[in-house]
């Protein structure tokens, strides 16, 4: 994967170097100080990945994920934890805080690499068939694939798709995060930010800012916050929030 690196720190910009090289399937093809001049090479270039810090003087990295455009992917690298929501507020792979662990690191990359693979495998013609009160038909790949509602973890907004998470297996589809979230039953499935919509029977545990599936952690955007706590402490399950029991 061909990446850049985007930091207005040149210490973090090497460290994340140190990283990439670490790391074969990556290919580093600049790195850059400020995010018009990383803006400027990306006109011209294609790039699979852009490692991009947040707090940049001029325009951060907020800003400039914005203005990404294709399926160009954005890691975001920060030192502030608070950014974590607004990472997937913006559709972004991934984010890792500072200072970044090598299999933190790559775990992230080859959560992009595989999100790239998907990407470069839809037909066009994928789309959400129908939903009832218990399952869903998908069409990817040529095939029409049923899924059973309850087995859903969780929806994953990923540009102009949507992943649908299966247990260990990811189906991808064409549709908006708006538009299968309506179709969805409300009782069972909760927009928990803009990137993600999740199977409430599924959560294992969650925080002020985090929701845990399995082995996948999910952040809670600040919007989303009050409406999805009322709604698990409205369920008669049992959660756990802040390492004590949750019960309703």
Do not use: W
């Not at 006109?43 to 947040?54: A, C, G, K, M, S």
Request: net charge negative.
């Amino acid at each position: 994967m061909k990446c850049i690196i985007v930091d207005d720190e040149p210490l973090g910009r090497k460290a994340i170097e140190l990283l990439v090289r670490e790391t074969p399937v990556l290919k580093l093809v600049g790195s850059f100080g400020d995010a018009e001049t990383a803006g400027r090479f990306l006109t011209d270039n294609q790039v699979d990945l852009v490692f991009l810090d947040i707090r940049m003087p001029g325009v951060d990295g907020i800003e400039f994920a914005r203005s990404i455009k294709g399926e160009t992917l954005v890691i975001f690298t920060t030192a502030f934890p608070q950014y974590a929501v607004d990472s997937y507020e913006l559709d972004a792979i991934d984010y890792l805080l500072k200072p970044v662990e090598l299999e933190r690191f790559r775990k992230a990359v080859t959560k992009a690499a595989d999100y790239l693979l998907l990407l470069a495998g839809k037909p066009q013609e994928n789309s959400v068939e129908s939903v009832t009160s218990e399952q869903i038909f998908v069409k990817a790949d040529r095939r029409f694939f049923r899924i059973m509602l309850r087995d859903i973890m969780f929806i994953e907004g990923l540009k102009d798709y949507v992943v649908i998470h299966v247990a260990e297996k990811k189906i991808i589809t064409k549709t908006t995060m708006k538009a299968l979230g309506e179709q969805l039953p409300a009782e069972m499935f909760l927009r928990v930010n803009k990137s993600y919509i999740v199977n409430i029977n599924s959560i294992d545990s969650f925080d002020s800012n985090d929701i845990f599936i399995g082995r996948h952690e999910l952040a809670i955007g600040a919007s989303y916050r009050d409406k999805f706590v009322e709604r698990i402490l409205r369920k008669n399950t049992t959660l756990v929030l802040n390492d004590n029991p949750v019960k309703n």
